[in-house]
């Protein structure tokens, strides 16, 4: 089911409003039923006053005469019932009804008391008053009035009030929803215009999209889609550069075996035959080292967050490494160590792309050092944060204002009469930038000689 945008904001401003809504309404009800009553009071005692103004003793007898004007308050066209009873000092039934429903405790002094009933199944309301009354014998009592009205008159009062508040409420609701939805179709113009300008744009159209008028909230969106485009943009880039450096370096290798294949085929003799395949056979290893090169040039340029990475023993991965350029190192007549920790050291990254790392520089170090001449690889733990490999040679070194430039592509150094393919360094660079790290060159102490020292986040123990 598809998700709307303007259905979700707007449900996420109707709700709250409903819930104060009905809070409202719920309010509004019991403000509704203190007015019934308050009205409701007021007539009761103002009838039951009127009943007790009446009260005196004639011939030491009570009487309690009822004035028409104490009743007539109560006409309605609900019909309610209305019952009174007044007692004497002695609790005699001087008028009224006699099953008049009791209060729940008695009044005195002119004080009156509030209280809910039944009549005959029916829900009263009702009020009892203390009158006092002074005999001609000088003694005095208080007469008891009370009078109360059944709730039909009550309740119409307070369903008039309430459902008045209630369509008024409801009415609210409508027109703050309404306004709320032309709002959010005002409030979201900007996103759609934002998605028909992505709309338009065609397939191969990569530039960052205008942030100049966009909206504070939503700055962080076209923000992180140009961000998007850029590293989109960064993997055509690389994807072109490998297509470009691939085509361009294999070019003349590819040229080169074709010839010697040809010489091959048109020798006189067998020894030139093999000589022109052997010939052939270094051209195409020289061709396999250049396409793993670029290989991994590639998976490097990646970036780091498209690297699937895993926890690595560095210790024991840089050891592998120089163990399997011993057999180069013998042929080269050098002396290779490797000088390890004493305790694995983890780091968290890609294992075939450091260990090419590792082979670079270490190759790398063979290939320029003299016969004779010794390579060693030491791996260490620095401030347990971080570890290192320091890759060190005492072959000839390399200039401090050439440094920069032997991390750059197919950059060979004239004048050493070493073939490469110009890469290593290069691949080595961006292998220890896709894993945040650091790489710095150094004079051998002591000269001559090269030290170059790979700095790399150390997982934590």
């Given at each position: 089911?598809?998700?709307?945008?303007?259905?979700?904001?707007?449900?996420?401003?109707?709700?709250?409003l409903?819930?104060?809504?009905?809070?409202?309404?719920?309010?509004s009800?019991?403000?509704?039923?203190?007015?019934?009553?308050?009205?409701?009071?007021?007539?009761?005692?103002?009838?039951a006053?009127?009943?007790?103004?009446?009260?005196?003793?004639?011939?030491?007898?009570?009487?309690?005469?009822?004035?028409?004007?104490?009743?007539?308050?109560?006409?309605?066209?609900?019909?309610?019932?209305?019952?009174?009873?007044?007692?004497?000092?002695?609790?005699?039934?001087?008028?009224?009804?006699?099953?008049?429903?009791?209060?729940?405790?008695?009044?005195?002094?002119?004080?009156h008391v509030?209280?809910?009933?039944?009549?005959?199944?029916?829900?009263?309301?009702?009020?009892?008053?203390?009158?006092?009354?002074?005999?001609?014998a000088?003694?005095?009592?208080?007469?008891?009035?009370?009078?109360?009205?059944?709730?039909?008159?009550?309740?119409?009062?307070?369903?008039?009030?309430?459902?008045?508040?209630?369509?008024?409420?409801?009415?609210l609701?409508?027109?703050?929803?309404?306004?709320?939805?032309?709002?959010?179709?005002?409030?979201?113009?900007?996103?759609?215009r934002?998605?028909?300008?992505?709309?338009?744009?065609?397939?191969?159209?990569?530039?960052?999209?205008?942030?100049?008028?966009?909206?504070?909230?939503?700055?962080?969106?076209?923000?992180?889609?140009?961000?998007?485009?850029?590293?989109?943009?960064?993997?055509?880039?690389?994807?072109?550069?490998?297509?470009?450096?691939?085509?361009?370096?294999?070019?003349?290798?590819?040229?080169?075996?074709?010839?010697?294949?040809?010489?091959?085929?048109?020798?006189?003799?067998?020894?030139?035959?093999?000589?022109?395949?052997?010939?052939?056979?270094?051209?195409?290893?020289?061709?396999?080292?250049?396409?793993?090169?670029?290989l991994?040039?590639?998976?490097?340029?990646?970036?780091?967050?498209?690297?699937?990475?895993?926890?690595?023993?560095?210790?024991?991965?840089?050891?592998?490494?120089?163990?399997?350029?011993?057999?180069?190192?013998?042929?080269l007549?050098?002396?290779?160590?490797?000088?390890?920790?004493?305790?694995?050291?983890?780091?968290?990254?890609?294992?075939?792309?450091?260990?090419?790392?590792?082979?670079?520089?270490?190759?790398?170090?063979?290939?320029?050092?003299?016969?004779?001449?010794?390579?060693?690889?030491?791996?260490?733990?620095?401030?347990?944060?971080?570890?290192?490999?320091?890759?060190?040679?005492?072959?000839?070194?390399?200039?401090?204002?050439?440094?920069?430039?032997?991390?750059?592509?197919?950059?060979?150094?004239?004048?050493?009469?070493?073939?490469?393919?110009?890469?290593?360094?290069?691949?080595?660079?961006?292998?220890?930038?896709?894993?945040?790290?650091?790489?710095?060159?150094?004079?051998?102490?002591?000269?001559?000689?090269l030290?170059?020292?790979?700095?790399?986040?150390?997982?934590?123990?």
């Open positions: 089911m598809s998700r709307s945008l303007r259905r979700e904001l707007l449900g996420w401003l109707v709700l709250p409903t819930a104060v809504v009905s809070y409202n309404v719920w309010n009800y019991s403000d509704a039923r203190e007015t019934a009553d308050l009205l409701t009071d007021r007539t009761l005692i103002s009838s006053r009127s009943i007790a103004e009446n009260i005196h003793e004639s011939d030491g007898v009570i009487q309690a005469p009822i004035p028409p004007s104490a009743l007539e308050m109560f006409a309605t066209d609900d019909r309610d019932h209305v019952i009174y009873r007044v007692n004497g000092p002695r609790g005699e039934l001087v008028a009224g009804y006699p099953d008049t429903l009791p209060p729940p405790e008695t009044p005195t002094n002119f004080r509030y209280f809910k009933g039944s009549y005959r199944g029916e829900a009263v309301r009702a009020v009892a008053l203390a009158q006092p009354v002074v005999s001609a000088g003694k005095s009592g208080d007469a008891l009035v009370i009078v109360g009205q059944t709730l039909r008159s009550h309740d119409r009062l307070v369903n008039s009030l309430w459902l008045r508040a209630l369509r008024d409420e409801m009415l609701v409508a027109v703050a929803g309404i306004l709320a939805l032309l709002g959010l179709r005002r409030g979201l113009t900007p996103l759609l934002l998605r028909d300008e992505v709309r338009q744009r065609g397939p191969d159209s990569l530039e960052p999209l205008d942030t100049t008028d966009v909206q504070t909230e939503l700055r962080p969106l076209v923000t992180a889609l140009n961000e998007a485009l850029a590293q989109v943009q960064r993997q055509v880039a690389a994807q072109r550069r490998f297509v470009a450096n691939a085509a361009h370096q294999l070019r003349t290798p590819l040229a080169l075996l074709k010839a010697q294949v040809g010489v091959g085929l048109r020798a006189p003799d067998a020894p030139a035959a093999r000589e022109s395949l052997t010939a052939a056979g270094a051209t195409v290893e020289g061709m396999t080292r250049l396409s793993n090169q670029l991994s040039l590639a998976r490097a340029e990646q970036g780091s967050a498209l690297l699937h990475r895993e926890k690595v023993d560095f210790n024991a991965l840089c050891h592998d490494a120089v163990e399997d350029l011993a057999i180069m190192a013998v042929e007549g050098i002396d290779l160590g490797f000088d390890g920790a004493p305790a694995p050291l983890h780091i968290n990254g890609h294992p075939t792309l450091l260990r090419e790392m590792a082979t670079n520089l270490v190759e790398n170090a063979l290939r320029y050092t003299p016969k004779g001449g010794t390579v060693t690889a030491r791996v260490r733990a620095a401030g347990g944060s971080t570890v290192t490999l320091r890759v060190e040679d005492n072959g000839p070194g390399i200039p401090a204002d050439e440094r920069e430039k032997v991390f750059e592509r197919f950059y060979r150094r004239l004048g050493t009469g070493i073939e490469g393919t110009g890469l290593g360094l290069a691949v080595v660079k961006e292998i220890v930038s896709s894993h945040e790290g650091e790489i710095e060159l150094a004079d051998h102490a002591p000269p001559p000689g030290v170059v020292k790979v700095t790399l986040l150390a997982l934590e123990a």
